[in-house]
């Protein structure tokens, strides 16, 4: 223990020498600015570094979630085995068994339209078409290969202003290389389509040095003859209670893209229903056709009637039809054919 106070003895007057030396030296007036110039440097790399993990995390997820997810049934897969180029588009609307089957029944018309902008060649592929639906299937290619995140920001048909848009559009990162999608068009009230979609497409980009808006306009051709006389009606009037509700499902109408039911709600009903869980068609193959779940699911016809949308059922050509849902508590038979 001595030894070991002799030598903090002899080890004091060296450091107390060492710390007046330290006082003494200079210290440059910039040297806080270059502080934080390098913390600030610091952070924006680990922000760069948690960015590119985040992204490319997401990316392998939704590849993982689409791959897993799509569903052909081994129709829709012969089908589209035989054409090139057709699955990718066919992937886009797994979620929709009807448009599924139209797809199967050649009743995609293909289009081929494409331009090139600011590095960005835009392709719109083909069209699926009826009296109450269009929905456009376009690509986008990165022909540069310039690191960029782009944004679907703008579509339009500025001669066409009774019908309705509805398109979604998600960027997963800036090292892209296709992006496809859909735009799906509705005519209001008793608005139809023309024969050519004069369509005014915006896409935002943006890199490291600059943020750019481009535009695209293309005339797409609608051949309406392809599904000229397809609609198909059928009343169905009958009525249901629920928790002391009524409920009546009027017409029903049978288009290839979607099938659209009406549906009144009494009056003197106590309680407002906002939607129906698990509402869903069934022919007598136990075959199911649900609610749309991607896109417009219904719409307004006064303060106590709607129309909902179910996917098509067009090609399947069922003996019987059912409507239910697991409240009723038994199924509404629909005359069929």
Request: with cysteine; glycine share 6%.
């Amino acid at each position: 223990m001595d030894e070991y106070r002799d030598e903090q003895a002899r080890e004091l007057p060296e450091l107390e020498a060492m710390k007046e030396y330290m006082e003494d030296i200079p210290i440059p007036s910039e040297i806080d600015a270059k502080i934080w110039s390098g913390i600030r440097a610091g952070r924006q790399r680990r922000r760069r570094r948690v960015f590119s993990r985040v992204a490319a995390y997401t990316a392998c997820l939704l590849l993982v979630v689409s791959v897993a997810s799509v569903r052909f049934s081994p129709e829709v897969a012969a089908y589209v085995g035989e054409i090139p180029g057709l699955k990718p588009l066919v992937e886009l609307i797994h979620y929709d068994k009807g448009l599924e089957l139209a797809i199967n029944n050649d009743f995609m018309q293909p289009i081929g339209l494409s331009n090139v902008q600011d590095g960005i060649k835009m392709t719109i592929d083909g069209i699926i078409a009826d009296e109450s639906r269009i929905i456009v299937f376009y690509t986008l290619e990165n022909v540069d290969g310039q690191k960029s995140v782009v944004n679907l920001q703008k579509v339009a048909l500025p001669n066409n202003k009774d019908i309705s848009i509805s398109h979604g559009f998600s960027a997963v990162n800036d090292d892209w290389k296709n992006i496809q999608g859909t735009i799906d068009f509705y005519p209001n009230d008793a608005g139809e389509f023309p024969d050519t979609l004069n369509l005014k497409l915006g896409i935002n980009k943006v890199t490291e040095t600059a943020t750019k808006n481009t535009e695209w306009n293309f005339s797409i051709p609608v051949d309406k003859a392809k599904f000229e006389g397809m609609k198909e009606t059928y009343e169905i009037n009958q009525t249901v209670r629920v928790e002391g509700q009524q409920i009546t499902f009027g017409k029903m109408t049978v288009h290839p893209t979607r099938i659209e039911l009406e549906v009144a709600y009494d009056a003197a009903n106590t309680k407002k229903l906002f939607y129906f869980d698990d509402l869903r068609l069934e022919d007598e193959k136990g075959e199911t056709f649900g609610t749309i779940s991607n896109g417009v699911t219904g719409s307004n016809i006064s303060e106590n009637s709607q129309i909902l949308y179910f996917q098509s059922n067009y090609f399947r050509k069922p003996e019987h039809l059912y409507l239910g849902r697991a409240v009723f508590g038994h199924w509404i038979k629909i005359s069929w054919r």
